[in-house]
């Protein structure tokens, strides 16, 4: 049972060894700063020699000289020094320690090699726990450890496990603008004494996460991983973006945390039978966080798309099929009613529904999500909502959005409903527009996708997942 | 459809400047839709695959797709090999930067021993990465420096192109706000003769409007100054690969005089 970690996660006092005077380059004084920023409500201590106040703060020459014993040491002097503070920690019984510093194994050189090692060495005959070196550390903005990523943040259903900063930063920061909170990120860097496994099995049995997001690029211990994810994977879902399948990606990985990555025929068998949901992109694994954050399980794979025009339309089934979702045709029954209401010409009757009236009446589009809700087929419903603006012939509307969403809400989640905002291009003010109703809609518990692909791959996503899980009860596996 | 017609059209067209078609109703459930849209049948899948391919049509499938790879066109060169240099942005990007762009097709060549040695006299040894792909602070904030990067790639010749990550300094990361550098860094790429293609991608995914605004107006500034931006690498790699093909073909046709 990993169950020693949370006190990373919930520290009251931190020390941070290594904060220079002035900023030169990231280290000890930009932590300092966002924790600042950030108003971390607990006591922040700094370690500088050669300084007595910085930003405020008394600064103290080590660690031995502080009035108490930290929570959590924050380590960001150079690599060359890092021994002697982790034996000072030792000392002082100091035993929860991330290591924000560069230049060990991932740099090649054998001195960097001696270094990791001796972080190891410390570390087991002094029973510390230590996430790093080279990494960003954890993250829980719950308890105001913001020292990175979104920044004050929002708690929520996402733990996040990473051997990359500026990617674990990038997601919390993605997932907080559409209304997604984080319980807890950690960037493990080269994973010397902490690896991803202990963190996969600790946020395994964390009840305050419902979705963990997994960047890995290597691991040490292949069985133990699959042992792991194949039971998280029976409670809850494991998104994963693997680095370094190819070749080049492999190399590239190995000099940015020192580990070898696997091969890729290898794991991608590993997600399939683990269950765990397999990602390649930052958008791609936002957008099944996003869906698996907020959706019921979708019953069948058949998706009912309400549509924006004609064109789009034809594209949106083809896009839905290609990404391995069902089309279906509506009942006789259903089509009756949607003959009562959908104008013969200049829209579509069936599935796709080409229908104007969905766009501009709330109450319109309820009463098609009840026709679809009595549906069998239709597991889900991918509704496209237009921004009314100068290229189409659209008056500008008042907005509808709170009322479409309790229209959904009215509904009670039976059915996954995602929402398609289109505003790609150059133009700032339509940017803007579009990230603003996808936040909205994210706000009001609803996935909202740029485009149908990418709201299909994240529907796709989950009715797999859910449906694994259904056969795997079936066969009580 | 004629098809027939279409095929000599295109095939003729396709040799003198890029089509690049959407076609809709590929799928069973497409076509019925497209029955209902504008009367017609959609053809079988496999033959507009079949025409596309050998008439040289570029074939996209969504409209951001169309629109990444129409950037491309109208602004780059021809590729000379397949083989990107990547310009990176952070170590876990620069990974995965890799893995996509060979995904789609690209290659991510080593540089020479002559590059390797020129770069590791300017790149930091801890925190980034000298190599293909190239993870380097200096290349965000000074145009000079990315500069005399894009010098070493162009007489590379294993390098037919190249993809430049622009973040965006905001909170989240640990940047500095920083003059605007696009105009300089845009005068840097145009300074060099559009020898090889450079394009840039620009991420600002998510709901905050604000980071949103300014993702769209620098890739507009971008385009504006006649260099393709686009807002994942993912979509950077497809657009290159698109042209690759394209002008690939063309010399294997002129080779056989087709």
Wanted: proline share 6%; hydrophobic share 40%; charged share 20%.
């Amino acid at each position: 049972m990993r169950n020693d970690l949370e006190p990373f996660f919930r520290p009251r006092h931190i020390a941070i060894v290594g904060v220079t005077r002035s900023e030169s380059s990231f280290g000890g004084l930009s932590f300092l700063q966002k924790l600042q920023e950030s108003s971390f409500p607990g006591t922040l201590y700094c370690i500088n020699p050669r300084a007595t106040e910085i930003r405020g703060l008394p600064a103290y020459p080590n660690l031995s000289s502080l009035p108490l014993v930290p929570d959590l040491a924050m380590v960001c002097v150079a690599a060359a020094h890092v021994p002697t503070v982790l034996e000072e920690c030792g000392r002082i019984g100091l035993r929860y320690i991330h290591i924000l510093t560069s230049g060990f194994k991932e740099i090649g050189t054998e001195q960097g090699r001696q270094l990791e090692e001796q972080i190891a060495s410390i570390a087991k005959g002094k029973g510390l726990l230590i996430i790093g070196p080279n990494c960003m550390g954890p993250y829980c903005p719950a308890s105001g450890l913001t020292a990175w990523g979104a920044i004050p943040g929002a708690p929520g259903p996402l733990g996040v496990i990473s051997q990359s900063g500026s990617i674990t930063q990038r997601l919390t920061e993605y997932a907080y603008s559409l209304g997604i909170g984080t319980d807890k990120a950690v960037s493990v860097g080269n994973g010397t004494v902490l690896d991803t496994l202990d963190f996969l099995e600790f946020m395994g049995q964390d009840e305050g996460i419902r979705v963990i997001a997994l960047y890995i690029e290597n691991m040490r211990d292949g069985r133990r991983f699959f042992e792991l994810a194949r039971e998280i994977s029976k409670r809850k879902p494991i998104i994963a973006w693997k680095g370094g399948k190819t070749e080049v990606g492999a190399r590239t990985a190995a000099s940015h945390t020192g580990g070898m990555a696997g091969e890729q025929v290898i794991w991608e068998a590993v997600f399939r039978q683990t269950g765990v949901i397999q990602v390649n992109s930052l958008d791609e694994w936002m957008d099944a966080v996003f869906a698996f954050a907020f959706l019921p399980p979708p019953s069948t794979r058949g998706v009912f798309l309400i549509g924006g025009g004609g064109g789009s339309s034809v594209v949106s089934s083809d896009t839905c099929i290609h990404e391995g979702l069902d089309v279906p045709s509506p009942s006789s029954a259903t089509m009756e009613k949607l003959r009562e209401t959908v104008p013969a010409a200049g829209s579509i009757a069936g599935n796709p529904l080409d229908d104007w009236q969905t766009f501009v009446s709330p109450d319109y589009l309820g009463t098609i999500l009840d026709l679809v809700c009595r549906e069998p087929a239709m597991g889900m419903v991918i509704v496209t909502r237009l921004i009314a603006r100068k290229a189409f012939h659209m008056s500008s509307q008042p907005d509808s959005i709170p009322a479409t969403i309790e229209q959904v809400k009215q509904r009670g989640n039976r059915k996954p409903v995602v929402f398609v905002v289109d505003s790609e291009g150059g133009d700032s003010d339509l940017a803007a527009q579009g990230a603003s109703l996808r936040a909205e809609f994210g706000r009001g518990g609803i996935p909202a996708y740029p485009s149908v692909k990418r709201a299909a791959r994240a529907l796709i996503h989950l009715y797999r997942y859910y449906n694994r899980l259904d056969q795997i009860k079936t066969l009580d596996w | 459809m004629d098809g027939r017609r279409f095929f000599e059209l295109a095939r003729e067209i396709s040799k003198r400047k890029p089509i690049i078609a959407w076609k809709g109703g590929k799928t069973e459930v497409g076509a019925r839709t497209a029955a209902s849209h504008t009367g017609g049948m959609a053809g079988e899948q496999v033959i507009w695959e079949a025409v596309f391919r050998q008439t040289g049509v570029i074939q996209v499938n969504s409209l951001d797709e169309w629109m990444d790879a129409v950037f491309a066109f109208a602004f780059l060169p021809p590729p000379s090999t397949r083989g990107v240099f990547l310009i990176g942005g952070g170590g876990g990007s620069s990974v995965v930067s890799s893995d996509t762009c060979i995904h789609e097709g690209l290659d991510v060549p080593s540089p020479s021993s002559a590059t390797m040695e020129k770069l590791r006299e300017t790149v930091p040894a801890a925190g980034s990465i000298a190599g293909n792909p190239l993870d380097d602070w200096q290349t965000f904030v000074s145009p000079d420096y990315l500069g005399t990067i894009l010098d070493l790639v162009c007489r590379e010749p294993a390098m037919g192109m190249v993809i430049v990550t622009r973040l965006i300094a905001r909170k989240a990361f640990h940047m500095s706000s920083q003059p605007d550098s696009i105009p300089a860094t845009i005068e840097q790429v145009k300074q060099r003769g559009n020898r090889k293609p450079v394009v840039f991608v620009v991420d600002s995914e998510g709901g905050d409007s604000d980071l949103a605004a300014q993702g769209a107006s620098l890739r507009a500034e971008f385009g504006r100054g006649g260099i393709p931006a686009y807002p994942s690498v993912k979509r950077a790699a497809r657009a290159l690969i698109h042209l690759y093909r394209y002008y690939n073909r063309l010399d294997q046709i002129k080779t056989l005089d087709w």
